[in-house]
């Protein structure tokens, strides 16, 4: 099997009719950090809401309930997007038989998603626009799979 680097984040590698790349979803370790800070501080958060929903009266009790489920929603994308930078890696395989991505998470291998290769279109790469707040959304190191 040979391969190379590409970057500090990509390795490609060829074993006979396969190609494999895979991509570290690490980032620098400020940044990491600076992700997990701010997860260290919304747990806090989700303990001062859970005490208000415990010790508040009903109408005040319902107010905290619902914050803690979007609490909740948030809480669960940042525990994914900490658990991604610090060991996730994307992994694509192009062979004879067709694409195959998944995404692993340290020694465990996420669930493939394959796709023939007669179904698939060349490849582009969609033009940026600097205006878009959510496509300058997606580059943020917080975002997964970024």
Known sequence: MKSHRIGERIVVSRSGDRWMATISGAIPD???QSLELWLGAWGALGAMLAYGAWSFPDGERQFYLICMGFWAFFAMRGWKAVRWRRSGQEVVQLSQDGLSIRLDHGKQA???????LDELNPAEAPAPNPKSFLESM???FWVVGG
Not at 110 to 116: H, L
């Open 30 to 32: 400020w940044q990491r």
């Open 110 to 116: 996420g669930q493939a998603t394959e796709a023939p």
């Open 138 to 140: 997606e580059q943020q």
